[in-house]
């Protein structure tokens, strides 16, 4: 499979509050290639073996509050949250818990994460094509 990009959709909205933790266009994106996920937002960076996509599903709509900013963690289950709008997004759960959140020391582990692309149904299925 050749290398495909996905571009975040950014709701008017997000875009200040994304902006001031260095989240914009530029600085952020996934990636699928052959062989594994890569997801940037902001300073916040993941990467995972595509075999390790367990479920892939379509969520959402999300609460602002909860979405709008920073990468968010989620409190009740370590989940990561890459969220550019309140639409529409992606959820992945993995078989092996992935860093993200403080991807440096790799210390907090989570079971899931939420992308917000703008062509949520593409990232969707081309994920399905390899989640297990």
């Known amino acids: 499979m050749p290398l495909r990009r996905f571009e975040f959709a950014f709701e008017d909205r997000y875009v200040r509050p994304a902006r001031l933790f260095g989240v914009t266009p530029r600085t952020s994106g996934i990636e699928v290639d052959d062989h594994e996920l890569r997801a940037r937002f902001g300073t916040w960076r993941i990467a995972t073996p595509l075999a390790n996509i367990r479920k ?29 709008n309140s639409r529409a997004g992606v959820q992945l759960d993995f078989a092996q818990p992935i860093t993200g959140i403080d991807w440096r020391l790799g210390l907090i582990k989570h079971p899931n994460l939420t992308l917000t692309p703008t062509d949520v149904d593409g990232l969707a299925d081309l994920l399905r094509l390899t989640a297990r």
């Open 56 to 84: 892939v599903q379509v969520t959402g709509p999300y609460r602002f509050v909860k979405t709008a900013g920073p990468a968010r963690l989620g409190v009740t289950d370590r989940g990561l949250t890459f969220a550019t």
